[in-house]
């Protein structure tokens, strides 16, 4: 229930076209109920998949990166198509970054950048972005 709640909540301020909004609705989920389950805050997870993939299970980025959560082949476990597999892993990378930094800001940045120091002024405005988004899911306008 919660994961419909926020995803809800998330369409009704991203702005997607109609076309798209029931894929959206279905990763959007899928991505709360994952970050759910592993403690992650369902609004922070959904944001980040915005602003990686507007919410969509095809998305595939010009470094590589695939789905909602954009996850390097290169760098996971799992097969470029296993939709599980990539949410578990995208959000147990995010989780691990909120474990290591002190704010959200700084761990949606690294989630993007990596362990670059200082991180870039552009990832830096994007994670803005990402918590932006984030705390208006959360009704914190």
């Known amino acids: 229930m919660i994961s419909l709640l926020v995803c809800l909540q998330l369409l009704s301020v991203a702005g997607l076209p109609s076309s798209h909004r029931a894929e959206a609705l ?10 759910q389950a592993q403690g992650v805050d369902p609004a ?44 578990w892993q995208g959000v147990a990378h995010l989780a691990g970054w909120l ?6 800001r700084e761990a949606i940045g690294r989630y993007n950048a990596g362990y670059r120091t200082p991180l870039p002024e552009k990832t830096t405005r994007w994670a803005g972005a990402v918590i932006n988004l984030a705390n208006k899911i959360r009704g914190n306008r």
């Not at 474990?99 to 959200?104: A, D, G, N, V």
């Open 44 to 87: 922070l997870a959904t944001a980040l998949s915005f602003h990686e993939s507007r919410l969509s299970w095809n998305a595939t980025s010009r470094a590589g990166a695939v789905g909602p959560l954009q996850i390097l082949p290169r760098w996971s476990s799992c097969d470029s198509t296993a939709r599980g597999c990539q949410l």
């Open 99 to 104: 474990k290591r930094t002190p704010t959200e």
């Open 26 to 35: 279905e990763v959007c989920r899928a991505v709360a109920d994952e970050a």
